[in-house]
């Protein structure tokens, strides 16, 4: 709405030409971001329609359609890109001499940053360990009754999205062979060179295993850990392909150990949750789904336990939380922020090879 021509004083010709003036003298410029959420497409909309309608801009019919059309264009480009992607959302007059009475130039583009690019600025944006400094304890206590009697050195462990280290360095300075695969150029560097002060023997691969190009070993492994990996996936077939590449990878009796978020039994997501887990880094599948996706794999399941109890209870209390954000996402908050109780949590999935 124009609050100048809706203004009483619009009334009179006169006034009306001094409202006019006014607002030739009022400027504005700003820019807004959307995350790339095809369900809220209509909400996003509705907003810019309120900011430009409060900025006494009267659009046509034609013209509210062309940029609906395109801003739902560029969340659905948007999010089939990169859960990542946001809307950028640009405005300004055209000629600041006058103000709000000439309309406004308008932008909307697309930012789309990879896994790998959050990552590098976040080692440039956030200090001390990323990930915390202890490897995880439900992985040690696999590991431990994968091992048994056996010394470490017999026993081959793929890390699968080892980011810098955490449970690669103090498996390797144990004793084990260990294989670590990680897609972040910048954790990639930073493990190497953790790898070389330390002296360890650790083969790292700088790769997606989801891809064919990143050769892993096949039959080779006696335990296989992915841990924070698949909250960053975006589809069910994405972690059936990777389940399929770890049974490749494992010896028959060797161990697998996933985490993964899960939906609690009976809970049907809307599109939206499922889309905001995406952006939110906490990918997750019905109960019904986990059940269903290794069904046919040479696989059984040996347990399921939450992660956040699991951790707190057996992580050394001056480790804990791991970091500031942890508790939080494990819980599902980062999807369901004002829940006390969501009901989505990540879950420790164990699993060995037949």
């Known amino acids: 709405m124009d609050v100048f021509a809706a203004s009483p004083l619009s009334a009179n010709p006169v006034e009306r030409a001094v409202l006019y003036k006014a607002k030739s003298q009022t400027g504005a410029r700003g820019e807004m971001t959307f995350p790339c959420l095809p369900s809220l497409k209509g909400v996003f909309f509705q907003q810019l329609q309120e900011l430009l309608g409060a900025l006494a801009q009267n659009f046509t019919a034609a013209e509210w359609q062309k940029l609906e059309t395109l801003l739902y264009q560029k969340i659905e ?30 932008a909307l583009d697309l930012q789309v940053p990879s896994t790998a690019d959050k990552y590098q600025r976040w080692t440039k944006t956030r200090p001390g360990a990323l990930f915390g400094t202890y490897p995880d304890a439900k992985a040690l206590a696999v590991l431990a009754e994968v091992t048994g009697d056996r010394p470490p050195s017999e026993i081959s462990i793929l890390d699968i999205g080892a980011g810098p280290g955490r449970n690669t360095l103090p498996l390797a ?75 490749d990878a494992l010896l028959p009796g060797g161990e697998l150990l996933v985490g993964g978020f899960a939906a609690e039994t009976g809970y049907e997501p809307s599109a939206l949750v499922r889309e905001m887990a995406q952006v939110a880094w906490s990918f997750f599948l019905t109960a019904a789904e986990w059940e269903q996706i290794w069904a046919d794999l040479p696989l059984i399941l040996v347990e399921q336990v939450p992660v956040l109890p699991y951790e707190q209870a057996h992580v050394p209390s001056e480790h804990w ?33 037949l």
Do not use: M
Request: aromatic share 14%.
């Open 77 to 106: 480009q948007g999010f089939a890109a990169s859960p990542h992607a946001r809307v950028l959302f640009r405005f300004e007059p055209p000629d600041l001499t006058q103000g709000l009475t000439n309309g406004f130039r308008l």
């Open 173 to 247: 300075a144990k004793g084990y062979a260990v294989t670590a695969i990680e897609l972040a150029p910048v954790f990639v560097e930073q493990l190497q060179q953790n790898v070389d002060q330390a002296n360890l023997q650790v083969e790292v691969v700088l790769g997606n295993v989801l891809s064919p190009e990143t050769e892993v070993w096949p039959a080779h492994y006696g335990f296989v850990l992915v841990s924070e990996v698949v909250p960053h996936f975006r589809s069910y077939d994405e972690v059936r392909q990777l389940l399929c590449r770890v049974c």
């Open 321 to 353: 939380p791991p970091t500031t954000w942890f508790e939080s996402w494990a819980s599902g908050r980062d999807i369901f922020p004002t829940l006390a109780t969501p009901p989505v949590a990540l879950q420790w999935f164990r699993w060995r090879r």
